[in-house]
C-alpha cells in the first residue's frame, strides 16, 4: 500500500513519466512535443501517444508541419502513424518512450515517420526545460485537482520554454531548426474535454515571454463547471490564473477562429487575443478510443496585455507561431 501510494505521488509530481497502465481500458495518454524555427517559419509537432479501448489497444505517433510554400503562403501537413500496442516502450527515470523507431526523452527526438505523402527523419536536441512553479497544493499545472483521480481530462506542463537544436528532413527537404523554440505538454485520462479552448505561445517580441491557457467544460461529480488555467511567464516572474487560485476569467468573444479571454487576480490582470489563419486536422480521444476530428491552429496570432497590480507595471506583446484550438464554440 505505502508503494503504491509513493508512485501516486510521485506521478502526480512528475507529469512527464507514464501516468497510466497498459492493461487500462479506456483510457488515452500522449506527450505532445513542439518545436518552432528559429525564423519563425516553420514547426514541427509531434504526440507520441496510447490508445487504450475494449475493442483495440495500439499506440501512435501524430504529427504537425507548417510551412511557407514557394508563393508565402502557409501550408499545413498533419497525419496519425499507428502502432501496435507492443511498439510503445517506456521508462520512468530517465524518461523515455518509444514507439516503433521513434524516440522522444527529456534531452532528445528522434523520428523515423512513413506516411502518406510525408516522410518525416531527423534528430532534435532538446535544451534546459523551463518548469512551471509548484507546491504542495499545486503538485503541477492543474493545482489542487490534480488530487482527485479519475478526471475526464488531465493536464501537465513539462517545459514552458526551451531551445531545439538540430535537423529535420522532411520529404527530401532539410529543415534547420537550430536554435529555435520547444515546448512539451502532455495530457492522460479518458477524454478531451467536449468544449475548451487551448492557447499555446512562446514566440514573442520578448524572447522571455511565454504563454499557456486552457479553458474547458469538465466533467465533476455528478455535475460539470467551467475550469481554467493559465501561466504566463515574463524574465523571472511567472503569473498564475487558474480556478484554484482565485482567478476569474471572462471570455469577451469567441468564435471557431478567433477568441479574446480576460484573467483577473489581487497581483495581476491579463487580456489574450488569439486568431487562427490556417488550422490542420488531429485526432481527438473519446473514452480512450483516438477517433474524434478536431482541428489545431500552429502558426497563430497572439495578443496579450499584463497589468502588474503589485509592481504597478504594464506589458502589450505580439506572439507568433502560436498553438491555438477552439472546439466546441460555434461560429
Known amino acids: 500500500m505505502k508503494q503504491n501510494k509513493f508512485m501516486w505521488l510521485k506521478k502526480i509530481n512528475s507529469p512527464m513519466i507514464f501516468q497510466g497502465d497498459i492493461k487500462r481500458k479506456n483510457y488515452f495518454e500522449g506527450w505532445y512535443y513542439r518545436q518552432v524555427s528559429k525564423d519563425r517559419k516553420k514547426v514541427a509537432c509531434f504526440i507520441p501517444g496510447i490508445s487504450l479501448t475494449a475493442e483495440e489497444a495500439h499506440s501512435f505517433v501524430q504529427y504537425i508541419y507548417v510551412y511557407e510554400s514557394a508563393t508565402g503562403k502557409k501550408q499545413v501537413k498533419t497525419g496519425y502513424v499507428k502502432y501496435p500496442i507492443e511498439a510503445f516502450k517506456y521508462r520512468d527515470i530517465?524518461?523515455?518512450?518509444?514507439?516503433?523507431?521513434?524516440?522522444?526523452?527529456?534531452?532528445?527526438?528522434?523520428?523515423?515517420?512513413?506516411?502518406?505523402?510525408?516522410?518525416?527523419m531527423g534528430n532534435l536536441n532538446l535544451g534546459t526545460f523551463m518548469p512551471i512553479k509548484k507546491s504542495t497544493l499545486m503538485p503541477n499545472i492543474m493545482g489542487y485537482f490534480a488530487y482527485i483521480p479519475n478526471m475526464e481530462c488531465n493536464h501537465g506542463v513539462i517545459s514552458m520554454n526551451h531551445r531545439v537544436c538540430g535537423k529535420l528532413r522532411i520529404n527530401n527537404e532539410e529543415i534547420d531548426f537550430n536554435n529555435g523554440k520547444g515546448y512539451l505538454e502532455k495530457d492522460w485520462g479518458t477524454s478531451f474535454p467536449k468544449e475548451y479552448?487551448?492557447?499555446?505561445?512562446?514566440?514573442?517580441?520578448?524572447?522571455?515571454?511565454?504563454?499557456?491557457?486552457?479553458?474547458?467544460?469538465?466533467?465533476?461529480?455528478?455535475?460539470?463547471?467551467?475550469?481554467?488555467?493559465?501561466?504566463?511567464?515574463?524574465?523571472?516572474?511567472?503569473?498564475?490564473?487558474?480556478t484554484y487560485n482565485?482567478?476569474?476569467?471572462?471570455?469577451?468573444?469567441?468564435?471557431?477562429?478567433?477568441?479574446?479571454?480576460?484573467?483577473?487576480?489581487?497581483k495581476a490582470k491579463l487580456e489574450i487575443q488569439a486568431i487562427i489563419?490556417?488550422?490542420?486536422?488531429?485526432?481527438?480521444?473519446?473514452l480512450g478510443k483516438m477517433g474524434e476530428k478536431i482541428k489545431e491552429e500552429s502558426a497563430g496570432q497572439v495578443k496579450i496585455k499584463l497589468y502588474d497590480k503589485v509592481n504597478k507595471s504594464s506589458l502589450e506583446e505580439q506572439g507568433y507561431m502560436a498553438g491555438i484550438e477552439i472546439v466546441g464554440y460555434e461560429s
Open 197 to 242: 479552448i487551448w492557447i499555446q505561445c512562446n514566440n514573442f517580441s520578448n524572447e522571455s515571454v511565454s504563454l499557456f491557457c486552457s479553458i474547458a467544460h469538465i466533467p465533476f461529480l455528478k455535475g460539470s463547471f467551467t475550469g481554467f488555467i493559465c501561466n504566463l511567464v515574463v524574465v523571472d516572474s511567472e503569473y498564475r490564473f487558474a
Open 246 to 266: 482565485n482567478s476569474n476569467a471572462i471570455i469577451k468573444n469567441v468564435s471557431n477562429n478567433r477568441v479574446t479571454i480576460s484573467l483577473e487576480n489581487h
Open 94 to 120: 530517465p524518461f523515455k518512450v518509444e514507439i516503433g523507431n521513434n524516440v522522444f526523452t527529456e534531452e532528445k527526438i528522434e523520428v523515423n515517420l512513413v506516411h502518406k505523402d510525408a516522410i518525416i
Open 277 to 286: 489563419k490556417d488550422s490542420g486536422e488531429l485526432i481527438a480521444p473519446k
